[in-house]
């Protein structure tokens, strides 16, 4: 038999990537979403609703191509315009910073939302993550880089995980050495693809092939393998030593990125990355990237992105990043639910007045702040019940061992 048929027509199946989450998965979820937008409200950062729905050449100013193929399209019914649904809120803050508050000073903004991209990133990857972040516009430079990641770090902490790693990397390195190298566009496509796999065969190959100063290339191969610790910059700068000044100025932006975090956050376990280019096409400086133990992937990613805001009326100095608060509640231990949670006895065999006076005793316990669930209710750990003893309703252990007054 065809299982569409016992389940009229496959109507309970999701598009692929696309999930619903159950309990107990959505109060880890929600518990952390709370967590994390409180730990924000503590470093000043205000929170922020942008709408999931937009005009699209609003929602795509500045963020590049790559965002482009992960939104989708409707039009609207009303103006006949193409809308998208957003795939990132990173621009959608840059907006709210650049024409919609308009502060003379720092503006910091947090948001919590989900986005719907067309496709997953990977194999299994979520077409709707629920993206938590963090933006800070109006401070420039090391300055604002090393609040940001700072408060990343703090944010993976307070979620769970302990002491993350995280690497550093800055666009501009192979930004200045590959229009030194002068590659035509396609060609130039080809080694960004390349760096990015760290395929240094596969770079000298291309290199040679279009004949690159020995110098640039000598350079562009060595890119690769310029990752490690606080070493690598010391490195770098000898390797780079001839390298347009574009190059020397990101290594000094790193140097006083990392020395600057670790003030704040002297936790930090970072290392470097100067071949790591993830958000290239908006991107602008430092980037950064955390990896928790025993997960593969980047828990969160962030960086510079400064000018976005200029479609909008202002561009300025703009950082900020953000992580899927699915896959970290996924994997970061999360306490118990707070408070205590008694079980309500049988309604059924209930008297008229003992349910009058139970539901009079239960409003006043939720008042208190004290969780009260059905006796069928499943996936709360209990500490009492609610017994009557002839005249009210009282508190019993969870496991009989007596019986506790009204409080």
């Not at 709210?96 to 194999?123: M, N």
Request: net charge negative; charged share 20%.
């Amino acid at each position: 038999m065809n299982i569409d048929s016992l389940d009229q027509g496959g109507r309970w199946l999701l598009p692929d990537g696309v999930e619903e989450i159950l309990p107990p998965r959505a109060r880890r979820i929600e518990a952390l979403r709370q967590r994390l937008l409180q730990r924000f409200d503590l470093w000043g950062y205000e929170l922020v609703f942008p709408p999931l729905l937009e005009f699209l050449d609003s929602l795509l100013v500045g963020v590049g191509s790559d965002l482009d193929l992960q939104t989708l399209k409707v039009t609207d019914q009303v103006t006949g315009r193409l809308m998208g649904i957003r795939a990132d809120i990173t621009s959608q803050a840059a907006r709210i910073d650049a024409h919609s508050l308009r502060h003379r000073g720092p503006t910091r903004l947090c948001y919590a939302g989900t986005v719907l991209r067309t496709r997953g990133q990977g194999l299994f990857g979520s077409r709707s993550p629920v993206k938590v972040g963090a933006e800070l516009y109006g401070v420039p430079g090391p300055q604002g880089d090393a609040e940001v990641l700072a408060l990343m770090a703090d944010t993976l902490a307070v979620s769970g995980l302990g002491v993350v790693h995280i690497e550093l990397g800055h666009v501009a390195i192979y930004r200045a050495l590959a229009t030194a190298a002068g590659l035509p566009s396609a060609a130039e496509a080809t080694l960004f693809d390349a760096v990015q796999r760290k395929a240094v065969a596969d770079i000298r190959a291309l290199l040679e092939e279009h004949q690159v100063e020995p110098d640039i290339a000598a350079m562009v191969i060595t890119l690769p393998s310029l990752l490690g610790d606080a070493s690598v910059l010391p490195r770098a700068r000898e390797v780079f030593a001839a390298a347009p000044a574009a190059v020397t100025a990101a290594l000094d932006e790193l140097e006083a990125t990392a020395t600057l975090a670790q003030l704040r956050f002297p936790e930090l376990d970072l290392g470097f990355d100067l071949s790591e280019l993830h958000g290239y096409n908006y991107h602008t400086g430092t980037v950064f990237s955390a990896y928790a133990p025993e997960h593969g992937q980047a828990v969160a990613r962030g960086g510079r992105y400064d000018d976005i805001g200029r479609a909008f009326g202002r561009g300025r100095p703009a950082t900020g990043f953000d992580l899927d608060l699915k896959v970290l509640a996924d994997f970061a231990p999360l306490p118990a639910p707070e408070g205590r949670t008694l079980r309500l006895p049988r309604l059924e065999e209930l008297q008229t007045e003992q349910a009058a006076a139970l539901w009079r005793r239960v409003a006043e316990l939720r008042a208190q702040g004290v969780r009260v669930v059905p006796a069928e209710a499943e996936g709360w750990p209990v500490h009492g019940s609610l017994e009557w003893d002839g005249t009210a309703w009282v508190l019993a252990q969870a496991h009989g061992t007596g019986r506790s007054a009204p409080e």
